[in-house]
């Protein structure tokens, strides 16, 4: 079968996805009487013409480049890891853990021992999980699944019953100290005569995003190990022959793709609330997946798709702001983009594969002249 | 360029509106959503009831993640909104944060606490809900047969256990001996929402004895009721007056007045007088539901015993613990 180039399976498939993905959103938004040209104008102006918009937009795609890598490099392996959220919770709590009961002179040094106890954190929640993958062949799907809810419960636990200041009604931490806040854009890009960015969540956590982009491509393509993953991932029992250890390999990238994710704690909890609430994840780590599906698993592909959920998030909150679209509908919206960019990906492709392939027959039939 | 262009007049046409926005009231519903025929839902009726009467419009949202919060305080305060009201605990501390930028623009948190003096611009309202809880615990004993009452609660945290405690001190105040079983629906946020895994713990406690159960629980409890129902127990439902949801087989229900919290403040608009109110039974913020629908079920003594208790609570002479206050229950173990 003849392939498509590179730049239509990269490009073109994603984008007639996304175009399938807005009509059919403007038809429902039609069907309850709205009007679909000014909701889209809504959510462009509210996500991309505001520096606050931005601020949001890249706050959410910061959350969801860090899951959208975790499931990645998981799935480089062949392993599904559905348990980015609760890995991403538990990395929050090593966050808390460090912020609250250690001094920090300044928010760099902070940051820096906050990230490894992020990553720590995640990595730890998802050892168990891959070791049982590894050695007794739990289904990998099963077990992070059923490890987010436990995550759920000690986060719990912990809230209510021991990080919770005497008195306070909301489950979450105290206030983490002045020191340990994170810059926001807004402090490194606002003067007096701009005020960019104002109020909104966006901070330097994002950069660490990038970077944790730029490791990830440097490890699966330029390592050894990179290469022993994606070996296990096209075919286990050549990767044995080749003499990978499965085990070894199995855990090595579940550890990877655990900490990935418990890295998303520290823009919730030290980028944004600046204490650790129950409910930071919100969902992110479920994102993750169609992050990494509309990506094909590639950090730049990872970090686009994962602005355009940023944007979709924003823009679904500047539409539940000011219009009467419901927020159940602004969820079916975000919820078809990822149906028809993940699971309906081979509709787009096969007809486009075909005319590719036509095109390439008619162009061998009529010899140049 | 056409393109800039009509973006440049949607934000035109949006600074328009923003305009004639001006003094309108704001609502932000928390997570649990509007149409939780309970706690938001309460607050959503009388939003409604203040624009019907008056003719008055309000913008509201439904929050969906927790950036949000920060987010829909400064978006509205920026467009002019006067006062914005927040339902939910969760909204004080976004408050504390976002207030100072808007010191013009009132805010107003229902059931969080944000300190007054820090900020003169924010008003707390909170409810004893452990005295409407014990008052429907006194109701519940009364008319438990099997001398078994339960209780469904949302997510386990600080507020539901206060409603729990509440409860079970009114059970205990009628006989001593009375067994109160308590159960939390779960630790995430979905435990709002949950209406199938509420049936199954109604269930659970009525082959454990129960016959009559209290649901604090958002969304979840529309499962305790209608189980109950079926299985022919009663039921208690709570902030908003559910009894109508089955006639003759709900109890009673804790009365948590954040429906006319919401329309005060609509009311008084951006005068609103700021500070800390705390809705006890005596300003009839909180207290039990009776109407057509469970008027057969409340007996004359039950009334009266409930009647009394009450006017001693609001004496002093009967003390109801909150287990906010220490996080520690008297009648009850977590």
Redesign the interface.
């Known amino acids: 079968m003849d392939r498509m180039p590179a730049w239509a399976d990269a490009v073109l498939v994603p984008l007639i996805s996304l175009l399938l993905a807005a009509l059919l959103s403007a038809l429902v938004i039609l069907g309850i009487g709205e009007n679909p040209i ?1 909701a889209l ?2 959510m ?2 509210g996500a991309l ?1 505001r520096s ?1 918009g931005w601020g ?1 937009t890249l ?2 795609a910061t959350n969801f480049i860090f899951t959208g890598l975790a499931v990645s490099v998981a799935f480089h392996a062949k392993l599904f890891n559905i348990g980015g959220e609760g890995q991403a919770m538990i990395g929050g709590l090593g966050v808390a853990l460090v912020c609250l009961y250690l001094p920090w002179p300044h928010w760099s040094l902070a940051l820096v021992a906050a990230s490894v106890a992020a990553a720590l954190f995640g990595a730890v929640w998802a050892f168990i999980p891959a070791y049982l993958q590894a050695k007794r062949g739990s289904h990998i799907v099963i077990t992070t699944i059923m490890f987010n809810f436990i995550a ?2 000690l ?3 912990l809230l ?1 019953n021991v990080m ?1 200041p ?2 306070q ?4 931490t105290a ?1 983490f100290p002045a020191a340990t806040h994170l810059p926001t854009f807004q402090d490194m890009f606002a003067t007096e005569a701009m005020p960019l960015f ?4 966006g901070n330097v956590t994002f950069f660490l995003a990038i970077a944790a982009c730029l490791v990830v491509w440097a490890l699966i393509w330029r390592t050894r190990l990179g290469y022993e993953i994606r070996a296990l991932g096209h075919s286990e029992s050549a990767a044995r022959y080749a003499g990978i250890s499965p085990v070894r390999t199995i855990v090595i990238a579940m550890l990877i793709s655990g900490a990935l994710a418990g890295l998303m704690g520290v823009n ?1 909890a030290m980028g ?2 600046e ?1 650790l ?4 994840t ?1 969902g992110a780590g479920f994102i993750g997946i169609a992050v990494a599906l509309m990506g094909r698993n590639h950090p730049i592909g990872v970090f686009l798709a994962a602005i355009l959920f940023g944007f979709l ?1 924003q823009g ?2 500047e539409l ?3 219009t009467n679209i ?2 159940e509908l ?2 079916v919206i975000q919820a078809l983009v990822i149906l028809f960019t993940g699971a309906l990906d081979n509709m787009v492709r096969m007809p486009l594969e075909r005319v590719f392939a036509a095109r390439r027959r008619a162009a061998r039939k009529t010899p140049a002249e | 360029m056409t393109m800039m262009k009509s973006l440049l007049g949607a934000t035109a046409a949006l600074a328009l509106t923003s305009g004639a926005a001006l003094a309108d009231p704001a609502l932000i519903y928390d997570l649990g959503g509007k149409f939780d025929k309970s706690f938001n839902e309460a607050a959503f009726n009388g939003a409604e009831r203040w624009a019907e009467e008056t003719g008055g419009s309000y913008r509201d949202i439904e929050l969906q993640s927790e950036a949000q919060r920060e987010q829909a305080l400064r978006r509205f305060a920026e467009a002019g909104f006067n006062p914005i009201i927040t339902t939910g605990f969760s909204m004080s501390t976004p408050i504390d944060n976002v207030a100072g930028d808007y010191p013009d623009t009132k805010f107003v948190t229902i059931d969080g606490y944000v300190d007054p003096e820090e900020h003169p611009n924010v008003k707390s309202i909170l409810f004893a809900e452990e005295q409407g809880s014990y008052l429907v615990g006194m109701l519940a004993a009364m008319a438990s047969e099997t001398n078994t009452v339960s209780f469904v609660g949302g997510m386990d945290i600080p507020l539901i256990r206060a409603f729990a405690c509440g409860y079970a001190q009114g059970a205990k105040a009628v006989s001593d001996d009375i067994e109160v079983i308590a159960n939390m629906t779960g630790t995430t946020p979905a435990a709002w929402n949950d209406p199938v895994k509420g049936s199954e713990l109604t269930n659970a406690q009525i082959s454990q004895g129960s016959d009559v159960v209290f649901a604090a629980a958002g969304g979840t409890g529309i499962g305790v009721l209608q189980t109950a129902a079926d299985k022919d127990i009663l039921s208690i439902g709570v902030d908003s007056n559910q009894n109508y949801l089955h006639p003759g087989q709900v109890l009673t229900s804790m009365l948590k007045r954040v429906d006319v919290a919401t329309y005060d403040a609509m009311q008084a608009g951006a005068d609103l007088e700021t500070g800390v109110e705390t809705l006890a039974l005596e300003d009839n913020g909180v207290g039990y539901a009776l109407d057509d629908n469970n008027r057969e079920l409340i007996t004359e003594e039950m009334q009266a015993a409930v009647d009394e208790a009450r006017q001693k609570i609001i004496d002093g002479e009967i003390e109801v613990h909150d287990y906010r206050s220490d996080d520690s229950c008297p009648a009850l173990s977590f």
């Open positions: 000014e104008k809504l462009v102006e013409l606050a949001y706050y959410y759920a419960a986060l719990n636990y209510v919770k005497e008195g009604q909301d489950p979450a206030i104002r109020g909104s969540p919730t944004e609330a204490r609430v129950m409910n930071a919100e998030y679904g909150a539940a702001l000011w419901p927020r602004i969820v």
